[in-house]
């Protein structure tokens, strides 16, 4: 059975995100009223840490089991790391742990079992920024990271396959972005192909469709979404069901339509986090 491959140190996986960076993801999301693009900014700096501590078990020695590519697109595609990290195409959890960007504040309340409430500062570290502008590139985003899945793929013959995680509120305004898909997705290791979902956020979240067996009732960019998003292995099916996702069998990768709520699952679902 593919898919089943455990990731390890010496059996790692590939993870690549690709987020949507058009103007368009500057439109608030009602729940919140903050712009889409800084929602999932922030649920992705959230997943790196998650990575990370889940690459540390004993809360040292951070273990590669993870590589990780973030690409924005829009007008262009490029490479969201910064500080250090800045220009990199790929890298792994250990060099995240080791080279955040930036350290951010944010306060935290907590309530005790009489009720009483405690503050404090803590600091979260920060990989991520966010960005909204342009056009959206989505077709030139896929064609970008093939050569980076090629060449994982063929250093990585055992591992569990790569997963690229796209993110985005549209359609495409290039093209050719079914033949880039389908290239990445011939793509394989001994444990599977390539896998690619989507998560499409939306500013009403209205209508959400989660993992879904059939593009049937789904507008035309829904479904052209959902005819790029690979089949969602049993393996993940169980983080869906774990995450309290209904996940069918057949299902494919794709959320559309997702909230808040949606960007952190489905984040969490696909790197297995």
């Keep these: 059975m593919p898919y089943e491959r455990k990731i390890k140190r010496n059996q790692r996986t590939y993870v690549v995100i690709l987020i949507d960076q058009s103007g368009s993801m500057d439109t608030p999301m009602a729940a919140t009223g903050r712009a889409k693009s800084q929602e999932v900014t922030?649920?992705?700096?959230?997943?790196?840490?998650?990575?990370?501590?889940?690459?540390?078990?004993?809360g040292r020695d951070v273990k590669d089991y993870?590589?990780?590519s973030i690409f924005g697109y829009n007008h262009t595609v490029r490479s969201l790391f910064a500080g250090k990290l800045a220009g990199r195409?790929?890298?792994?959890v250990g060099e995240l742990y080791a080279a955040p960007a930036a350290m951010r504040q944010r306060e935290m309340v907590t309530t005790d079992a009489d009720g009483n409430e405690h503050r404090a500062t803590v600091h979260d570290p920060v990989w991520?920024?966010?960005s909204?502008?342009?056009?959206?590139?989505?077709?030139?985003?896929?064609?970008?990271?093939?050569?980076?899945?090629?060449?994982?793929v063929e250093e990585n013959p055992a591992s569990f396959p790569p997963i690229v995680i796209n993110?985005?509120?549209g359609i495409p305004t290039d093209e050719g972005l079914?033949?880039?898909v389908q290239r990445i997705r011939s793509l394989s290791t001994a444990d599977g192909q390539v896998l690619v979902f989507n998560l499409h956020v939306s500013a009403e979240s209205k209508d959400t469709c989660r993992f879904p067996v059939t593009a049937e009732g789904l507008p035309p960019e829904g479904q052209l979404l959902y005819g790029i998003s690979s089949v969602l292995p049993d393996v993940l099916r169980e983080q869906a069901q774990g995450l309290h996702m209904d996940a069918p069998h057949g299902c494919r990768g794709?959320?559309?339509?997702?909230?808040v709520v949606d960007i952190t699952k489905v984040l969490r679902i696909g790197t297995l986090a």
């Design 42 to 58: 922030d649920a992705l700096n959230r997943l790196l840490l998650e990575l990370i501590r889940a690459a540390a078990p004993t």
């Design 254 to 259: 794709l959320v559309f339509n997702g909230n």
């Design 89 to 92: 195409d790929s890298v792994s």
């Design 178 to 180: 079914h033949e880039n």
């Design 128 to 130: 991520v920024t966010a």
């Design 132 to 152: 909204a502008s342009g056009k959206t590139s989505m077709a030139a985003a896929f064609a970008h990271v093939l050569p980076l899945l090629e060449e994982w």
């Design 167 to 169: 993110l985005t509120d």
């Design 66 to 68: 993870y590589d990780v």
